[in-house]
């Protein structure tokens, strides 16, 4: 990532932060109903990434094993037959 990629991304979460923080504060619900909303939505957004992360880690698992089915696969013609 370029220093001005990363400086947009960091401005993009310090954005995003100062606005939950700012909605938490002026919410007009009480703080036990406002925990409850944080613990729900926090346990759905970590549902979804765990999701995520696990398809990615599954494409990955994929790409590895048609790199190295397609590795063995030229090492193989590359080798010289033994003579019988």
Known sequence: ????NGKVFFGFLLGAAVGVAAGLLFAPTTGE???KRLHEKGKEYSDELAKQVDA?????KHYVSDRTEDAKSRIKKAMPEEKQ
Request: proline fraction near 0%.
């Open 1 to 4: 990532m370029s220093s001005s």
């Open 33 to 35: 109903e406002t925990r």
């Open 56 to 60: 990615k880690i599954d494409e990955l």
